[in-house]
């Protein structure tokens, strides 16, 4: 199975229109705003007559009927309240910018509380956020046009990151850790979770495991394994990395020392020796659905990413789950059943911001990217927070990338670790 890559010539006609576009919010910005209202209005209420129509032919439920209508109204409504709607944007805007702020200042007092470094700059950017968003919240349309002049130079930016990219793509020994702008996690935060229905639509749960490979040359050195399921935790993902057939994860795996409904505890690391025994768990404890993305690496590369791990696990002291204490029972915590399952061995952290896992701070992902960083990779910090969904959304778009060193993309669904008898397939 193969998947579309994205040609040179793409990356540098995406450079183009975004740098296009952030001149024309610069420089014309009361136009923008203007046709902007238009083109969103219109579209809605289009997408509404489409859908009423198809609803209608198809003879579709009461609920998409009345979304349809929803829409339809929502639609005319925009249209002839421009402030209402141009008011809406800078709101949810100033919204996301005070949740960043509060996020941060949680993590702030917890910092301070255990004594961590660099607290007291997290507390300037949380202020900044807070202040910053209360403005724009309480002043939705008298900030609108600032707004267009940053969305404007954020595009220009965007254009200039897509033009290094295109650059890269004749040299790939130039791809270096650089400031880039990322989405917004509120946009990346369910991706992984859409793609996986979409998945289980697609295979209806009943295929062999999915491969995608690129015509490329190298073996896979490094693996990110970014798993979903079907629940309320889970939908958001969580990221785990295989290096030298060893599986390295980050998480509050330490049931006891769990606050916070569940965000805050302290920070576990684990250790699988065995790829397959860590999948087969994934599929038969978890219900996991992992997208598995394949990296290749230099010696120098591969040297870094050792170096880093190795720099980790100095931080850490043996820790024991209930079940490696006692072993006269079975324990029903994650970290049993990881432990019966795989032979799984646990660290906690002496020192190092490891020490504490927070959801929305220092989480899964934080160990994938401090060592996928070691590599070049240029997912950086800018949002607060990395989410899983916001490492899909990389991966997935540096695998289509014809020159980039992820260079394989594997779907195992539950059906493909076990066949209907329960005998193992990988």
């Given at each position: 199975m193969?998947?579309r890559?994205?040609?040179?010539?793409?990356?540098?006609?995406n450079s183009?229109?975004?740098?296009?576009l952030?001149i024309?919010?610069?420089?014309?910005?009361?136009?923008?705003?203007?046709?902007?209202h238009?083109i969103v209005?219109?579209s809605i209420?289009?997408?509404?007559?489409i859908?009423t129509?198809?609803?209608?032919?198809?003879?579709?439920?009461i609920?998409?009927?009345?979304i349809?209508?929803?829409m339809?109204?929502f639609?005319?409504?925009f249209?002839n309240n421009?402030?209402?709607f141009?008011?809406?944007?800078?709101?949810?805007f100033?919204?996301?910018?005070?949740?960043?702020?509060?996020i941060?200042?949680?993590t702030f007092?917890?910092?301070?509380k255990?004594?961590?470094?660099?607290f007291?700059?997290l507390?300037?950017?949380a202020?900044l956020?807070l202040?910053?968003?209360?403005?724009?919240m309480f002043?939705p349309?008298?900030?609108l046009k600032?707004?267009?002049?940053?969305?404007?130079f954020?595009?220009?930016w965007?254009?200039?990151?897509?033009?290094?990219?295109?650059?890269e793509e004749?040299?790939?020994r130039s791809?270096?850790?650089r400031?880039?702008?990322?989405?917004?996690n509120?946009?990346?935060?369910?991706v992984?979770?859409?793609?996986?229905v979409?998945?289980?639509?697609?295979?209806?749960r009943e295929?062999?495991r999915?491969?995608?490979?690129?015509n490329?040359s190298?073996n896979v050195?490094?693996e990110i394994?970014i798993?979903?399921?079907?629940s309320?935790?889970?939908?958001f993902g969580?990221?785990d990395?295989c290096?030298n057939n060893?599986?390295?994860?980050?998480?509050?795996?330490?049931?006891?020392?769990k606050k916070?409904?569940?965000t805050?505890?302290d920070?576990?690391?684990?250790?699988?020796?065995?790829r397959?025994?860590?999948?087969r768990?994934?599929a038969?404890h978890?219900k996991?659905?992992?997208?598995?993305?394949?990296?290749?690496?230099?010696e120098?590369?591969?040297k870094?990413?050792?170096e880093?791990?190795?720099?980790?696990e100095?931080?850490?002291?043996?820790w024991?789950?209930?079940?490696?204490?006692?072993?006269?029972?079975?324990?029903g915590?994650?970290?049993s059943?990881?432990?019966r399952?795989?032979?799984?061995?646990?660290?906690k952290?002496?020192?190092?911001n490891?020490?504490?896992?927070f959801?929305?701070?220092t989480?899964?992902?934080?160990?994938v990217?401090?060592?996928?960083?070691?590599?070049?990779?240029?997912i950086?910090?800018?949002?607060?927070?990395?989410?899983?969904g916001?490492?899909?959304?990389?991966?997935?778009?540096?695998f289509?990338r014809?020159n980039?060193?992820?260079?394989?993309?594997?779907?195992?669904?539950?059906?493909?670790?076990f066949?209907?008898?329960?005998?193992?397939?990988?």
């Open positions: 193969k998947e890559v994205i040609s040179n010539i793409s990356i540098l006609i183009f229109m975004f740098l296009i952030g024309i919010l610069i420089s014309i910005p009361t136009t923008s705003i203007a046709l902007f238009l209005s219109v209420i289009v997408l509404a007559c859908s129509i198809f609803n209608a032919i198809r003879k579709k439920n609920k998409d009927t009345l349809s209508l929803l339809l109204i639609g005319n409504y249209l421009a402030n209402t141009l008011a809406i944007f800078p709101l949810f100033g919204m996301y910018i005070f949740l960043c702020g509060v941060k200042f949680v007092t917890v910092y301070k255990r004594h961590f470094k660099g007291y700059r507390l300037f950017n202020v956020d202040v910053l968003g209360t403005i724009i002043n349309l008298k900030t600032t707004l267009t002049f940053v969305l404007g954020y595009f220009i965007v254009a200039f990151n897509y033009f290094l990219d295109f650059l004749y040299d790939v791809k270096k850790r400031f880039r702008l990322t989405i917004p509120i946009f990346t935060l369910f992984p979770y859409i793609i996986y979409k998945i289980n639509k697609l295979l209806n295929v062999t999915v491969k995608i490979d690129k490329t190298g050195d490094l394994f798993g979903v399921k079907d309320n935790i889970g939908k969580h990221a990395l290096f060893t599986i390295y994860s980050y998480g509050h795996y330490d049931e006891d020392s916070l409904f569940d805050i505890g920070g576990v690391l684990f250790k699988v020796k065995n397959k025994k860590y999948l768990f994934c038969e978890s996991k659905t992992i997208f598995a993305f394949g990296l290749t690496l230099s120098k590369q591969k870094r990413v050792q880093e791990l190795d720099k980790i100095s931080y850490t002291y043996r024991k789950c209930v079940q490696e204490e006692d072993d006269s029972q079975e324990y915590d994650y970290a059943c990881l432990y399952a795989t032979g799984a061995k646990f660290y952290f002496k020192e190092s490891y020490r504490l896992y959801v929305l701070w989480n899964c992902v934080k160990l990217d401090n060592v996928l960083g070691a590599t070049g990779s240029d950086l910090r800018l949002n607060g927070f990395i989410t899983p916001t490492y899909y959304a990389y991966l997935n778009n540096e289509k014809k980039s060193n992820v260079i394989k993309k594997e779907i195992i669904t539950n059906k493909d670790v066949d209907k008898e329960n005998r193992p397939l990988i």
